[in-house]
């Protein structure tokens, strides 16, 4: 069964500094989606990065970029410039393409705090 | 669009009761599903469904209950609630296609006591 591991709970980082989010995931599968979602306390579930394994090129949006490593099975995030407005739990997703139905697994979760 | 959409936004229930969340999409698409959320086990998949008048389990389905007879709706039935149900509910739904990006509904706030 594929998994997926966040294996921080908890992150700080100053405001305007960088951050890295670790994410690990299992699967046997060749193709397949991994994503981060944001999740505020408004508790709304904001998708922040979509990476799809058969590309290469690793995934930008804005100040947002991951760190894909597909033979490790490694999907980092990483938060340019943070702002006071990034500090919120961040979700790893998997899903493998053309099965389930593009239901997603989900990690447990790393807590980022922004500090001003 | 208002997108996904959830109700209520908090409900609190006694052992045994049961009830009926509500979500609703606008966007015409096939695929919806529950998921819940757990403190420190993230969201994981209750049901799922792929069109109208298809169902299927997902990780933890016991104790609820779906069917979809529209596009637009699917409902998930708590049949009698136990304090283990206590949980952040959400629904999401995607469109057939290769982006696979899930839409997700505000959540439901369900206490169970």
């Known amino acids: 069964a594929q998994t997926v591991t966040q294996s921080q709970p908890e992150m700080s980082v100053q405001e305007a500094e960088t951050v890295t989010l670790s994410c690990t995931y299992d699967?046997?599968?060749?193709?397949?989606?991994l994503f981060w979602y944001k999740q505020p306390p408004s508790r709304q579930m904001i998708l922040v990065i979509r990476?799809?394994?058969?590309?290469?090129q690793n995934a930008t949006e804005n100040r947002f970029s991951v760190n894909f490593q597909k033979a490790a099975k490694s999907f980092s995030l990483k938060i340019s410039d943070s702002q006071l407005g990034d500090a919120a739990m961040y979700f790893c997703?998997?899903?493998?393409?053309?099965?389930?139905?593009?239901?997603?697994?989900f990690g447990k979760g790393t807590k980022l705090s922004v500090k001003p | 669009n208002a997108g996904v959409t959830q109700t209520p936004k908090f409900q609190v229930l006694k052992t045994g009761q049961s009830m009926t969340l509500q979500c609703a999409q606008d966007?015409?698409?096939?695929?919806m599903s529950w998921y819940r959320q757990d403190p420190g086990m993230g969201l994981r998949l209750i049901h799922y469904?792929?069109?109208?008048?298809?169902?299927d389990q997902g990780e933890v389905p016991n104790g609820y209950n779906v069917s979809r007879s529209t596009t637009e709706d699917f409902p998930l039935r708590l049949l009698s609630a136990a304090p283990s149900q206590t949980s952040v509910y959400f629904c999401?739904?995607?469109?057939?296609?290769?982006?696979?990006?899930?839409?997700f509904g505000p959540g439901t706030r369900l206490t169970v006591t």
């Open positions: 966007m015409n698409h096939e695929y």
């Open positions: 999401a739904s995607r469109t057939r296609g290769r982006s696979y990006e899930q839409y």
């Open positions: 699967t046997s599968e060749s193709d397949y989606y």
């Open positions: 469904s792929v069109g109208a008048g298809i169902t």
């Open positions: 997703a998997y899903t493998r393409y053309g099965g389930s139905q593009g239901n997603l697994i």
């Open positions: 990476q799809e394994a058969y590309k290469q």
